[in-house]
Protein backbone atom coordinates (compact mmCIF):
# COMPACT_ATOMS: atom_id res chain seq x y z
CA UNK A 1 0.00 0.00 0.00
CA UNK A 2 1.24 3.44 -0.75
CA UNK A 3 0.36 6.71 -0.06
CA UNK A 4 -0.77 8.84 -3.37
CA UNK A 5 -1.73 12.50 -1.84
CA UNK A 6 -3.83 13.78 0.94
CA UNK A 7 -6.79 16.94 0.74
CA UNK A 8 -9.47 18.83 3.16
CA UNK A 9 -11.29 19.25 -0.02
CA UNK A 10 -14.04 16.17 -0.39
CA UNK A 11 -14.67 16.88 -3.90
CA UNK A 12 -11.21 16.39 -4.82
CA UNK A 13 -10.89 13.18 -2.88
CA UNK A 14 -14.62 12.12 -4.49
CA UNK A 15 -12.79 12.78 -7.92
CA UNK A 16 -9.19 11.22 -7.43
CA UNK A 17 -11.44 7.70 -6.11
CA UNK A 18 -13.82 8.09 -9.27
CA UNK A 19 -10.52 8.05 -11.76
CA UNK A 20 -8.64 5.27 -9.90
CA UNK A 21 -12.47 3.33 -9.99
CA UNK A 22 -12.79 3.56 -13.47
CA UNK A 23 -8.92 2.72 -14.10
CA UNK A 24 -9.54 -0.28 -12.00
CA UNK A 25 -7.36 0.58 -9.24
CA UNK A 26 -8.03 -0.16 -5.67
CA UNK A 27 -7.83 2.42 -2.92
CA UNK A 28 -7.92 2.91 0.37
CA UNK A 29 -9.22 6.38 2.63
CA UNK A 30 -7.31 7.41 5.83
CA UNK A 31 -8.59 10.37 7.98
CA UNK A 32 -11.96 10.56 6.59
CA UNK A 33 -13.65 10.93 9.48
CA UNK A 34 -10.92 12.54 11.40
CA UNK A 35 -11.13 15.83 8.69
CA UNK A 36 -15.02 15.40 8.76
CA UNK A 37 -15.45 15.92 12.46
CA UNK A 38 -12.31 18.30 13.40
CA UNK A 39 -13.47 21.50 11.33
CA UNK A 40 -10.62 23.70 11.47
CA UNK A 41 -8.12 20.96 12.50
CA UNK A 42 -5.08 20.35 10.19
CA UNK A 43 -6.63 17.42 9.10
CA UNK A 44 -6.76 16.24 5.41
CA UNK A 45 -8.13 13.07 4.35
CA UNK A 46 -5.27 10.36 2.86
CA UNK A 47 -5.96 8.43 -0.52
CA UNK A 48 -4.01 5.57 -0.73
CA UNK A 49 -3.42 2.84 -3.41
CA UNK A 50 -3.60 -0.89 -2.02
CA UNK A 51 -1.36 -2.39 -4.62
CA UNK A 52 2.19 -0.66 -4.98
CA UNK A 53 2.17 -2.49 -8.77
CA UNK A 54 -0.55 0.42 -9.47
CA UNK A 55 0.83 3.13 -7.56
CA UNK A 56 2.59 4.81 -10.82
CA UNK A 57 -0.52 4.59 -12.69
CA UNK A 58 -2.55 6.51 -9.98
CA UNK A 59 -0.24 9.04 -9.33
CA UNK A 60 -0.11 9.75 -13.24
CA UNK A 61 -4.22 9.53 -13.75
CA UNK A 62 -4.16 12.18 -10.57
CA UNK A 63 -1.31 14.64 -12.52
CA UNK A 64 -3.35 14.57 -15.64
CA UNK A 65 -6.70 15.43 -13.58
CA UNK A 66 -4.71 18.41 -11.73
CA UNK A 67 -3.05 19.24 -14.78
CA UNK A 68 -6.70 20.22 -16.66
CA UNK A 69 -8.22 22.14 -14.02
Not at 37 to 44: D, L, N, Q, R, V
Not at 53 to 61: F, I, N, Q, S, V
Request: without cysteine; aromatic residues 8%; proline residues 4%.
Amino acid sequence: MKYLFASPDPARIGLAQSLLDAAGIKWDIRNEAVSQTEIGMPFATELWVLHDEDYDAARDLIKSAADRT
